[in-house]
């Protein structure tokens, strides 16, 4: 199973990326799936979460409003759209695979590598 992260980059405070995660050796279809990220110094904390149907999602309260979550089952892949970014955004992002909802408390089966988010103030 892979979980191959991109999409990360600089950009300035009030732009936008979008991040792509995208599954190998596993369905995304029948998976929950998550985006965390690490600031520097910092624990890992939880972003955003869809279901394996896709209708329900759950935020962080940090980028509620903001970030949002979706799939496409097609092309096995997750993504997190990330508007009006911030410096406090600034992390390295991972997705995260599960089929339990251990996966909103960090306690996920499939980790991605990561991928760097700065933004500039």
């Known amino acids: 199973v892979q979980l191959q992260a991109s999409g990360g980059g600089l950009v300035q405070a009030g732009g936008s990326l979008r991040l792509s995660c995208a599954a190998s050796g596993l369905t995304v279809s029948v998976y929950l799936l998550a985006w965390f990220r690490q600031a520097p110094g910092k624990e890992r904390e939880f972003v955003a979460y869809i279901s394996a149907s896709g209708v329900s999602t759950i935020y962080a309260d940090s980028v509620k409003g903001r970030f949002t979550i979706s799939k496409d089952n097609a092309k096995n892949t997750v993504y997190l759209q990330m508007n009006n970014l911030k410096p406090e955004d600034t992390a390295v992002y991972y997705c995260?695979?599960?089929?339990?909802?251990?996966?909103?408390?960090?306690?996920?089966?499939?980790w991605g590598r990561g991928t760097l988010v700065t933004v500039s103030s």
């Open positions: 995260a695979a599960d089929v339990y909802s251990r996966i909103l408390i960090g306690n996920a089966d499939y």
